[in-house]
Nanobody
Framework: QVQLVESGGGLVQAGGSLRLSCAAS????????VGWYRQAPGKQRDLVATISNGETNYADSVKGRFTISRDSAKNMVFLQMNSLKSEDTAVYYC?????????????WGQGTQVIVSS
């Protein structure tokens, strides 16, 4: 059974930094992408950053401030967040996209809350 567990969220002042971690366990077959998404109150869940085929992709709002990385040997995904702004406040979710015999599957963690005070 696949499980994703996020950690590292919390309360931080604007301009500060946080590092989110995602620990993945279980059996994966062919991971096509890993990433972070976020959802602010009353809003839809949006992409923050992904890694796919070795390439990174970032939402325009976080480019230059956030960095996604992956430790495949340890099944970990990280999101370094610098120069945080109040608009970064949201629940952050780890995501893994897996393919099993041509069937795509999306796995999600339970989320970790990030609150940026201005």
């Amino acid at each position: 059974q696949v499980q994703l567990v996020e950690s590292g969220g919390g309360l931080v002042q604007a301009g500060g930094s946080l590092r989110l971690s995602c620990a993945a366990s279980g059996r994966f077959f062919s991971i096509t992408a890993v990433g972070w998404y976020r959802q602010a109150p009353g809003k839809q869940r949006d992409l923050v950053a992904t890694i796919s085929n070795g390439e990174t992709n970032y939402a325009d709002s976080v480019k230059g401030r956030f960095t996604i990385s992956r430790d495949s040997a340890k099944n970990m995904v990280f999101l370094q967040m610098n120069s945080l702004k109040s608009e970064d406040t949201a629940v952050y979710y780890c995501n893994v996209k897996d393919t099993i015999l041509l069937t795509k599957r999306d796995y999600w963690g339970q989320g970790t809350q990030v609150i940026v005070s201005s």
